[in-house]
C-alpha cells in the first residue's frame, strides 16, 4: 500500500517509471560518483566506530531495497528537471549529446508556454529534428525522454497541451527502440487514463499514432512541411496514384499512412477484391528522341516497389529525390511519379475471374510485352498485336490498314516496330487476326494472358544484373535476370534476347547480399554456383522464394485432398473404427495448422467444389428428366399388362364356352352316330378332305382376325388412358392458355382495326403532304433562280471589290513595311536609353536584406534591433549612443520580404546582360546571414540565379524570331587559396591549372575551366545542382551548415541578330561569398580555422579594393588576392554590378551587422565603366582570324605578358621577403 505522501505527489506516469527502473542504466546520472564517494565514506566510519552488528548507519540500508529506490530515482530525478539542458538525459557519445542539447533548444521553442510557433517555423523545427534523428536509434529514444520530460514539467495547460501535441507529432514520425517502446507507451496510456482532462484525448491519440507506426517500416525521408503542418491540424493530404492504362485515382494520406492503407483505399476505388497481389510503385520514365523522324518517345522506365509496410510520405521523397538526379544525356524530359501494379504474377492468379482483376492483369501483361520484356518471334509478337486490337478496337479496326500502321506502336514494342516496314507489320497483324476475330473483348484479354502464359518466361519480373561467377560460361557481362513460377531466367540486355531457364526443381540453394545474388543449380546434372552482382538480391530473393511457396502448398493441398478422400473410403468400408482421443485430437490441431497455411488453396478448392456443385444440379435435372420418362413408360407398360390380363380371362371364358360346346356336339353326335354313319359311307372321301382343307384355312384365318383385333382392342385401350391421364394432367393449364389466347385474339383484333384506322389517316396526310411538296418544290425552285440571278450580280460586284482591295493592300503592305522599321528604330533607342537610365541610377546598385530569427536565436532569446523605416534606409543602435545609426541604399528589403518581391527590382538586369552588358550580382554579409538562400533558394523559395535563369529563357523564346541564342556556363568555387572547377568530370586526372586572365574587352576569364553549352532551364539548373554538390559546406556555432568557399556561377549569352548578323556577347554572373565571421564567435578549430583564416583574408584583399575605388586611389590592389582578381571587372571594371548586403537582425550579431552595412555603403560610391560587347559579323570574322595567325605565329597577348611580369614580379618580391 502507498503511504499519504506518495498518493498526494502522484504525478501521471509515475507508475511506468517504477515498472521500468531497469532503464536507469540508459539515463546519464551526474551524482554517481559523488554517492559512492559517499558511501565509500560512510562505511570506513562505521568500522572505526562502534562494531556492534545491531547498529546501522543510514548509509548501510539493505543492497537490493537501495538499487531499486536508485534505479527509479535516477529516472525520475532525470525527467523532473526543468529548463534547458546541457547535456543528453542518456548516455550518448559526444556528438550525438551535442544534436541532442541543440534538438531541446528546438523542443523548448515549440512548447513555449508565452507565444505560439508560425507554422512555417514550427514545420522547419520538426524537420530538421527529422534530419536529425532519422536512422538514428539512440537520438529517437533522446527525443523520446525529453518529450515526456517536457510533459511532466510544464507549469501551464496550455504548456503541457503543447507538449503532447509535439509529442503526438513525433509518434507519427518515428517509433522508440525495443528498450524504450514499453516505458513510452505505458507512460503515454497511464497519462490518457489518468491525467488531466485537457491532455488525455492528445494522449490516447499519441498512443493509437504510436502503435500505427511501430508496425510499420522505418522513416526513410523528412516529411514536407506541408505535411507536417496538415498532420498537425489534424487535416488529410491528396496524392495522385496512376495505373498503368494512363488513368489515375486521388487517395487521401498523412505522414502516417502506408502502403498497405493506400493500396486497400485504392482497390476500394476501383472495385478490386483480390488485391493480395497489388502494390504502389515509384516510377521514373526518360523520353527523348528514338529515332529522327519522332518528336519525343519512351526511352525507358524504371519502377521501384515501395513496401507495404513503408509509409505514402516515403514514396513520395522517393519521388522528388527521382527529380533531383540529373537525367541522362539521351533524354530530353523525364517523369516520376508512383504507381499501382501488380507485384508479380502468381500461381493463384489462373483460377481468379474477378473483370477488374483481369482487366489490371491485362494491362500490366501488355505493357510488360510493349516494354520488350517478352522476346517473342513476328507470328506470335503479331498475334499478340491482333489479341490487343480484338480487345480495344473490336473486329473493324483492321479493315483499315493505315490507321493500323499509325498506331503500331500501341499494339508492338517500339524496337520489334522498327526491324520492318509498317506495311509489312499492318498486313501480318491482320493476318493473324482473322483466328481471333470472333471473339469478345473479355475473351481477347483472357487470350492475351494465357498465351503469356504459356511463355516459360511469360509474366516474370526483371532485375538488371552483371556476371561475376559462370562455371559454365554460358551468360554475357551484362544480363537481365527473370522470375516467374516456372523458375529463374536469363536474358540478354541488349538487344533483349532468351539464353536460359533454371527450373524451379533445379534450384538447390540461393541467397543475396546488398549488391549481389547467388544460386546453386542443376544444369545438365551437375551442380555450379553462379554469382551476379545486383543492388535488387533480396528483391529476386523474396519473388523466387514466393514462387516456391505456391508450388509447395499446391503440393501439399492435392496431398490433403487425396488423404482426405482415401480417410472417406477408409471410414466407409470400415465406420466402426476409431482412433484414441489423443491422436483425434493432433491430427485436429494439425490439420487446423495445415488450413490456416493453405487459405489461398482452400478457397480454390471451394470455387472448384462450387463448380462440381453447378455440374451436379445440371445433373440433377437430367435425372429428374429421365425419371419422367422411365415413369411414364413404366405407366405405358402397366396399362398394357391390365389389357392383357383383361384380354386373357376374356380368351379363358371363351375356352371355357367352347369346351362346353365341344362335349354337347359330341353327345350329340353320338347319339346321331347311327343315323349319319350311313350316309357318310356314301360320301367320297376326296370331298372329306377337300371340306377338311376349308375347314382348316378358315379357322385360321378366324384366328388371325381374332388376333388382330386383340391387339387393336390393347393400343385403344392404351391410348384412352394416356389420353385420360394427359387431359387430367393439361386441363388447367390448357384452360388458361386457352383463356390467354382469347385475350390476345381480343386485343390484336383492336390493335388491328386501331392500325387500320390510322393506315388511312397517315395516306391521306401523306397524300397532304405530296401536294403540300410539290407547291413548295415549285416556290423554291423559282426563288432559286431569282438568287442564281442574284449571285452572278454579286459576283460582278465582288471581282471590282477584289481589285480594289488588292490595290489598298500593296498599299498597307508598304505603310506596314515603314512602321516595322521605325518600331526597329525606336526599340534600339528604348534599349539604349533604358541602359542609360539604369547607369544614371549608379554604376553599383546595393541592396540590402535582413532575415527574420531562427530558433536558434529565438531559444537564445536575442531580440530584433534592425529597424526598416522605408524601403531605402535602415538603422540600428549602437553601443550606447543615442541616435540609431542609419544606412541608406538603392533599396532595402525586410524579413517579410519574398524571393519573388527581391527578384522583381532585380530582373532588368536580365535584360542588360542579353544586350551585351557584363552583369555581375555578388552577396555579402556575416556567415548566417541568408547569402546562400538569396542567390539560390531552396526547392520551395527558389532565389535569385534559377529565377533569372527562368527570365534569361522567356526572353530567348520571346526573341526567338528576331535572333539565335548561345549559351555557355561555368562555375568556380575559391577554397582557402586555391580555386576548383565544380563541373570537372568526375574521374579525371590531374586537374588542369586554373589561371585568372582578362581578355581585350577588360572581362575576367578563367582558361582551362570547364564551359558546359547549355540550352535550357533544365539544364542549367542541372549544371547549378551538379556544382552544388562539390562546394564545401561545414557547421560552426553561428550556422549549421555554412559555405566555407567563395561560389562564382557565369552563363555567358551570345546573340546574334537574324536580319543583320551582328554578334552581342554578355555575361550574367552570380556570386555567393563566403561568410565574414569572428573566428571567437563562430568557434572555429582546425581545419575549419584555417577556412576562416583564408576567407577573412579574401574579404580583407576585396575590402582593400573597395576602398582604393571608393578614395578613387590610382592604383587598385586586385592582384593580392584571387578573388579581388575574379571580381576585378565587377568592381571598378566595365560591368554593372548589384551587390546584396545580407545581415542578421538580432542584438547578439550587431557589430557583424555594423561592418557589413560600412563596408555596404563604400561600395555604393565605387562607379563602373560598363560597354557593351558588340560586334559586326565582319568584324567577328576578321578577329577569329587574327587570333588564329596570332596562334600560329606563337605571339602572346598583351594581357597575357602583364600577367607574367606580374608573377615575376611577386616571385622576386617574395624571394626578397625570404632573404630578410
Known amino acids: 500500500?502507498?503511504?499519504?505522501?506518495?498518493?498526494?505527489?502522484?504525478?501521471?506516469?509515475?507508475?511506468?517509471?517504477?515498472?521500468?527502473?531497469?532503464?536507469?542504466?540508459?539515463?546519464?546520472?551526474?551524482?554517481?560518483?559523488?554517492?559512492?564517494?559517499?558511501?565509500?565514506?560512510?562505511?570506513?566510519?562505521?568500522?572505526?566506530?562502534?562494531?556492534?552488528?545491531?547498529?546501522?548507519?543510514?548509509?548501510?540500508?539493505?543492497?537490493?531495497?537501495?538499487?531499486?529506490?536508485?534505479?527509479?530515482?535516477?529516472?525520475?530525478?532525470?525527467?523532473?528537471?526543468?529548463?534547458?539542458?546541457?547535456?543528453?538525459?542518456?548516455?550518448?557519445?559526444?556528438?550525438?549529446?551535442?544534436?541532442?542539447?541543440?534538438?531541446?533548444?528546438?523542443?523548448?521553442?515549440?512548447?513555449?508556454?508565452?507565444?505560439?510557433?508560425?507554422?512555417?517555423?514550427?514545420?522547419?523545427?520538426?524537420?530538421?529534428?527529422?534530419?536529425?534523428?532519422?536512422?538514428?536509434?539512440?537520438?529517437?529514444?533522446?527525443?523520446?525522454?525529453?518529450?515526456?520530460?517536457?510533459?511532466?514539467?510544464?507549469?501551464?495547460?496550455?504548456?503541457?497541451?503543447?507538449?503532447?501535441?509535439?509529442?503526438?507529432?513525433?509518434?507519427?514520425?518515428?517509433?522508440?527502440?525495443?528498450?524504450?517502446?514499453?516505458?513510452?507507451?505505458?507512460?503515454?496510456?497511464?497519462?490518457?487514463?489518468?491525467?488531466?482532462?485537457?491532455?488525455?484525448?492528445?494522449?490516447?491519440?499519441?498512443?493509437?499514432?504510436?502503435?500505427?507506426?511501430?508496425?510499420?517500416?522505418?522513416?526513410?525521408?523528412?516529411?514536407?512541411?506541408?505535411?507536417?503542418?496538415?498532420?498537425?491540424?489534424?487535416?488529410?493530404l491528396r496524392v495522385v496514384i496512376s495505373f498503368l492504362d494512363g488513368t489515375f485515382e486521388d487517395v487521401s494520406y498523412d505522414i502516417t499512412t502506408t502502403v498497405k492503407e493506400v493500396v486497400g483505399e485504392l482497390s476500394r476505388a476501383v472495385k478490386l477484391q483480390n488485391y493480395g497481389s497489388f502494390s504502389v510503385f515509384t516510377v521514373r520514365r526518360y523520353y527523348g528522341k528514338s529515332s529522327p523522324l519522332v518528336k519525343e518517345a519512351l526511352l525507358s522506365e524504371e519502377h521501384h516497389d515501395v513496401g507495404e509496410l513503408a509509409f505514402l510520405s516515403d514514396a513520395l521523397g522517393d519521388v522528388r529525390q527521382m527529380k533531383t538526379e540529373a537525367t541522362p544525356?539521351?533524354?530530353?524530359?523525364?517523369?516520376?511519379?508512383?504507381?499501382?501494379?501488380?507485384?508479380?504474377?502468381?500461381?493463384?492468379?489462373?483460377?481468379?475471374?474477378?473483370?477488374?482483376?483481369?482487366?489490371?492483369?491485362?494491362?500490366?501483361?501488355?505493357?510488360?510485352?510493349?516494354?520488350?520484356?517478352?522476346?517473342?518471334?513476328?507470328?506470335?509478337?503479331?498475334?499478340?498485336?491482333?489479341?490487343?486490337?480484338?480487345?480495344?478496337?473490336?473486329?473493324?479496326?483492321?479493315?483499315?490498314?493505315?490507321?493500323?500502321?499509325?498506331?503500331?506502336?500501341?499494339?508492338?514494342?517500339?524496337?520489334?516496330?522498327?526491324?520492318?516496314?509498317?506495311?509489312?507489320?499492318?498486313?501480318?497483324?491482320?493476318?493473324q487476326?482473322?483466328?481471333?476475330?470472333?471473339?469478345?473483348?473479355?475473351?481477347?484479354?483472357?487470350?492475351?494472358?494465357?498465351?503469356?502464359?504459356?511463355?516459360?518466361?511469360?509474366?516474370?519480373?526483371?532485375?538488371?544484373?552483371?556476371?561475376?561467377?559462370?562455371?559454365?560460361?554460358?551468360?554475357?557481362?551484362?544480363?537481365?535476370?527473370?522470375?516467374?513460377?516456372?523458375?529463374?531466367?536469363?536474358?540478354?540486355?541488349?538487344?533483349?534476347?532468351?539464353?536460359?531457364?533454371?527450373?524451379?526443381?533445379?534450384?538447390?540453394?540461393?541467397?543475396?547480399?546488398?549488391?549481389?545474388?547467388?544460386?546453386?543449380?542443376?544444369?545438365?546434372?551437375?551442380?555450379?554456383?553462379?554469382?551476379?552482382?545486383?543492388?535488387?538480391?533480396?528483391?529476386?530473393?523474396?519473388?523466387?522464394?514466393?514462387?516456391?511457396?505456391?508450388?509447395?502448398?499446391?503440393?501439399?493441398?492435392?496431398?490433403?485432398?487425396?488423404?482426405?478422400?482415401?480417410?472417406?473410403?477408409?471410414?466407409?468400408?470400415?465406420?466402426?473404427?476409431?482412433?484414441?482421443?489423443?491422436?483425434?485430437?493432433?491430427?485436429?490441431?494439425?490439420?487446423?495448422?495445415?488450413?490456416?497455411?493453405?487459405?489461398?488453396?482452400?478457397?480454390?478448392?471451394?470455387?472448384?467444389?462450387?463448380?462440381?456443385?453447378?455440374?451436379?444440379?445440371?445433373?440433377?435435372?437430367?435425372?429428374?428428366?429421365?425419371?419422367?420418362?422411365?415413369?411414364?413408360?413404366?405407366?405405358?407398360?402397366?396399362?398394357?399388362?391390365?389389357?392383357?390380363?383383361?384380354?386373357?380371362?376374356?380368351?379363358?371364358?371363351?375356352?371355357?364356352?367352347?369346351?362346353?360346346?365341344?362335349?354337347?356336339?359330341?353327345?350329340?353326335?353320338?347319339?346321331?352316330?347311327?343315323?349319319?354313319?350311313?350316309?357318310?359311307?356314301?360320301?367320297?372321301?376326296?370331298?372329306?378332305k377337300e371340306l377338311q382343307d376349308e375347314l382348316t384355312i378358315e379357322t385360321e384365318r378366324a384366328r388371325t382376325s381374332e388376333a388382330q383385333t386383340h391387339e387393336l382392342q390393347q393400343q385403344v385401350v392404351v391410348l384412352q388412358q394416356k389420353l385420360k391421364r394427359a387431359e387430367a394432367t393439361h386441363a388447367d393449364e390448357l384452360k388458361r392458355i386457352t383463356d390467354e389466347k382469347s385475350a390476345d385474339v381480343g386485343d390484336w383484333s383492336k390493335k388491328c382495326h386501331t392500325a387500320e384506322a390510322k393506315i388511312g389517316e397517315l395516306v391521306a396526310?401523306?397524300?397532304?403532304?405530296?401536294?403540300?411538296?410539290?407547291?413548295?418544290?415549285?416556290s423554291i425552285t423559282k426563288e432559286v433562280m431569282l438568287e442564281l440571278e442574284e449571285l452572278r450580280e454579286l459576283k460582278s460586284t465582288f471581282e471590282s471589290q477584289q481589285a480594289t482591295t488588292r490595290d489598298l493592300m500593296a498599299g498597307q503592305t508598304s505603310k506596314i513595311r515603314e512602321l516595322e522599321e521605325k518600331y526597329t528604330s525606336e526599340a534600339t533607342l528604348r534599349r539604349r536609353y533604358f541602359n542609360m537610365l539604369e547607369d544614371m541610377k549608379g554604376k553599383i546598385r546595393v541592396y540590402a536584406r535582413t532575415r527574420p530569427l531562427t530558433a536558434i536565436e529565438a531559444g537564445q532569446n536575442q531580440k530584433v534591433v534592425l529597424a526598416t523605416p522605408d524601403e531605402y534606409t535602415c538603422s540600428h543602435p549602437w553601443r550606447g549612443e543615442k541616435k540609431d545609426r542609419s544606412y541608406e541604399f538603392d533599396e532595402v528589403f525586410d524579413a517579410k520580404s519574398s524571393q519573388e518581391q527581391v527578384f522583381e527590382d532585380t530582373k532588368y538586369l536580365v535584360q542588360s546582360a542579353i544586350d551585351g552588358y557584363n552583369v555581375c550580382i555578388f552577396a555579402y554579409g556575416q556567415t548566417g546571414s541568408g547569402k546562400t538562400f538569396t542567390i539560390y533558394g531552396d526547392d520551395e523559395n527558389p532565389g535569385l540565379t534559377p529565377r533569372a535563369i527562368a527570365e534569361v529563357m522567356r526572353c530567348v523564346h520571346r526573341d526567338s524570331d528576331k535572333c539565335s541564342v548561345k549559351m555557355e556556363c561555368y562555375m568556380l568555387e575559391l577554397y582557402r587559396d586555391d580555386m576548383n572547377d565544380l563541373l570537372l568530370p568526375s574521374g579525371t586526372g590531374e586537374m588542369p591549372r586554373l589561371d585568372i586572365k582578362k581578355d581585350k574587352k577588360g572581362w575576367v576569364t578563367v582558361p582551362n575551366a570547364t564551359v558546359v553549352p547549355v540550352g535550357s532551364e533544365e539544364e542549367i539548373i542541372g549544371v547549378i545542382q551538379s556544382g552544388l554538390k562539390g562546394r564545401k559546406t561545414a557547421g560552426t556555432k553561428m550556422n549549421v551548415e555554412s559555405s566555407r568557399s567563395h561560389l562564382i556561377f557565369s552563363l555567358v549569352l551570345e546573340t546574334t541578330d537574324l536580319q543583320t548578323g551582328a554578334v552581342t556577347k554578355g555575361k550574367l554572373s552570380f556570386v555567393d561569398l563566403a561568410?565574414?565571421?569572428?573566428?571567437?564567435?563562430?568557434?572555429?578549430?582546425?581545419?575549419?580555422?584555417?577556412?576562416?583564416?583564408?576567407?577573412?583574408?579574401?574579404?580583407?584583399?576585396?575590402?582593400?579594393?573597395?576602398?582604393?575605388?571608393?578614395?578613387?586611389?590610382?592604383?587598385?590592389?586586385?592582384?593580392?588576392?584571387?578573388?579581388?582578381?575574379?571580381?576585378?571587372?565587377s568592381l571598378g571594371g566595365n560591368a554593372k554590378t548589384l551587390m546584396f548586403v545580407n545581415v542578421s537582425p538580432t542584438d547578439g550579431n550587431v557589430e557583424e551587422t555594423q561592418n557589413s552595412l560600412t563596408y555596404a555603403t563604400r561600395v555604393r560610391t565605387i562607379k563602373n565603366n560598363s560597354t557593351k560587347a558588340v560586334e559586326s559579323k565582319e568584324v567577328q570574322k576578321l578577329n577569329d582570324q587574327i587570333a588564329f595567325w596570332r596562334q600560329k605565329a606563337g605571339e602572346c597577348e598583351v594581357n597575357e605578358l602583364m600577367d607574367i611580369r606580374d608573377e615575376r614580379r611577386g616571385l622576386e618580391q617574395a624571394m626578397s621577403n625570404l632573404r630578410t
Open 1 to 236: 500500500m502507498e503511504s499519504p505522501s506518495r498518493v498526494t505527489s502522484y504525478v501521471p506516469g509515475d507508475d511506468a517509471i517504477e515498472r521500468h527502473g531497469a532503464l536507469s542504466e540508459r539515463f546519464r546520472d551526474e551524482r554517481d560518483k559523488r554517492s559512492g564517494a559517499m558511501r565509500m565514506f560512510s562505511r570506513s566510519a562505521s568500522k572505526r566506530g562502534d562494531g556492534s552488528p545491531n547498529r546501522a548507519s543510514p548509509m548501510s540500508s539493505p543492497g537490493v531495497e537501495h538499487g531499486e529506490r536508485g534505479r527509479r530515482s535516477v529516472i525520475a530525478e532525470a525527467l523532473s528537471t526543468r529548463g534547458a539542458l546541457t547535456t543528453s538525459l542518456l548516455r550518448l557519445t559526444s556528438d550525438q549529446t551535442s544534436k541532442s542539447v541543440k534538438l531541446n533548444a528546438l523542443i523548448v521553442t515549440m512548447t513555449s508556454e508565452n507565444e505560439d510557433v508560425a507554422a512555417d517555423t514550427f514545420a522547419h523545427g520538426v524537420q530538421k529534428m527529422t534530419r536529425e534523428v532519422i536512422k538514428r536509434e539512440e537520438l529517437a529514444d533522446e527525443m523520446y525522454v525529453q518529450l515526456v520530460r517536457a510533459t511532466r514539467n510544464m507549469g501551464s495547460s496550455r504548456g503541457e497541451r503543447k507538449a503532447w501535441e509535439l509529442m503526438r507529432l513525433f509518434a507519427a514520425l518515428f517509433a522508440p527502440s525495443r528498450d524504450f517502446i514499453g516505458f513510452v507507451s505505458e507512460y503515454v496510456n497511464e497519462v490518457s487514463e489518468r491525467g488531466s482532462s485537457e491532455v488525455q484525448s492528445v494522449a490516447r491519440s499519441t498512443l493509437e499514432t504510436m502503435k500505427r507506426v511501430s508496425k510499420s517500416a522505418m522513416r526513410r525521408h523528412e516529411p514536407t512541411a506541408e505535411e507536417i503542418v496538415a498532420f498537425a491540424r489534424g487535416e488529410q
Open 329 to 431: 544525356s539521351r533524354a530530353t524530359s523525364m517523369q516520376t511519379g508512383l504507381l499501382f501494379k501488380k507485384r508479380m504474377f502468381r500461381e493463384t492468379d489462373e483460377s481468379i475471374t474477378e473483370p477488374t482483376f483481369i482487366l489490371l492483369s491485362y494491362v500490366q501483361a501488355k505493357h510488360d510485352f510493349l516494354m520488350g520484356n517478352y522476346p517473342l518471334s513476328r507470328d506470335d509478337s503479331a498475334l499478340l498485336a491482333a489479341l490487343q486490337v480484338q480487345a480495344e478496337e473490336g473486329p473493324r479496326f483492321v479493315d483499315d490498314p493505315a490507321a493500323l500502321g499509325q498506331t503500331l506502336a500501341k499494339y508492338l514494342p517500339r524496337v520489334m516496330v522498327n526491324t520492318r516496314p509498317t506495311e509489312e507489320w499492318s498486313s501480318h497483324i491482320v493476318a
Open 433 to 688: 487476326h482473322a483466328s481471333v476475330r470472333g471473339l469478345s473483348s473479355e475473351e481477347a484479354r483472357q487470350g492475351l494472358l494465357r498465351m503469356i502464359q504459356t511463355l516459360p518466361y511469360g509474366h516474370s519480373v526483371l532485375f538488371r544484373a552483371r556476371r561475376v561467377d559462370d562455371p559454365i560460361g554460358l551468360l554475357p557481362g551484362k544480363l537481365m535476370i527473370g522470375v516467374n513460377k516456372r523458375g529463374v531466367h536469363f536474358f540478354r540486355d541488349v538487344p533483349m534476347e532468351y539464353l536460359y531457364t533454371a527450373d524451379l526443381r533445379d534450384i538447390m540453394q540461393f541467397g543475396s547480399a546488398p549488391h549481389a545474388v547467388f544460386f546453386k543449380m542443376r544444369v545438365s546434372g551437375a551442380l555450379h554456383v553462379f554469382q551476379f552482382e545486383t543492388t535488387d538480391g533480396e528483391n529476386i530473393c523474396l519473388a523466387l522464394q514466393t514462387h516456391i511457396n505456391d508450388v509447395m502448398m499446391k503440393k501439399v493441398a492435392e496431398k490433403q485432398a487425396a488423404t482426405m478422400s482415401a480417410a472417406v473410403q477408409t471410414s466407409e468400408t470400415r465406420p466402426n473404427q476409431a482412433s484414441s482421443t489423443s491422436e483425434l485430437a493432433e491430427a485436429s490441431d494439425k490439420a487446423f495448422v495445415d488450413q490456416a497455411k493453405r487459405g489461398e488453396a482452400d478457397s480454390r478448392e471451394l470455387r472448384e467444389i462450387r463448380s462440381k456443385l453447378d455440374e451436379l444440379w445440371t445433373e440433377r435435372k437430367e435425372l429428374r428428366a429421365q425419371l419422367r420418362e422411365v415413369t411414364e413408360a413404366f405407366h405405358e407398360a402397366s396399362d398394357r399388362l391390365e389389357s392383357e390380363r383383361a384380354s386373357k380371362s376374356d380368351i379363358v371364358e371363351t375356352v371355357k364356352s367352347l369346351e362346353g360346346q365341344l362335349k354337347e356336339a359330341k353327345e350329340a353326335a353320338m347319339s346321331k352316330d347311327s343315323v349319319t354313319s350311313n350316309r357318310l359311307e356314301d360320301l367320297n372321301a376326296i370331298q372329306i
Open 765 to 778: 396526310e401523306m397524300n397532304a403532304l405530296r401536294r403540300e411538296h410539290e407547291e413548295q418544290r415549285a
Open 1075 to 1129: 561568410g565574414s565571421e569572428r573566428v571567437k564567435k563562430s568557434g572555429a578549430e582546425g581545419d575549419t580555422l584555417k577556412e576562416a583564416q583564408a576567407i577573412n583574408k579574401s574579404l580583407s584583399a576585396l575590402g582593400d579594393v573597395i576602398s582604393a575605388l571608393a578614395s578613387e586611389q590610382q592604383h587598385i590592389p586586385y592582384r593580392n588576392h584571387k578573388l579581388t582578381m575574379l571580381m576585378s571587372d
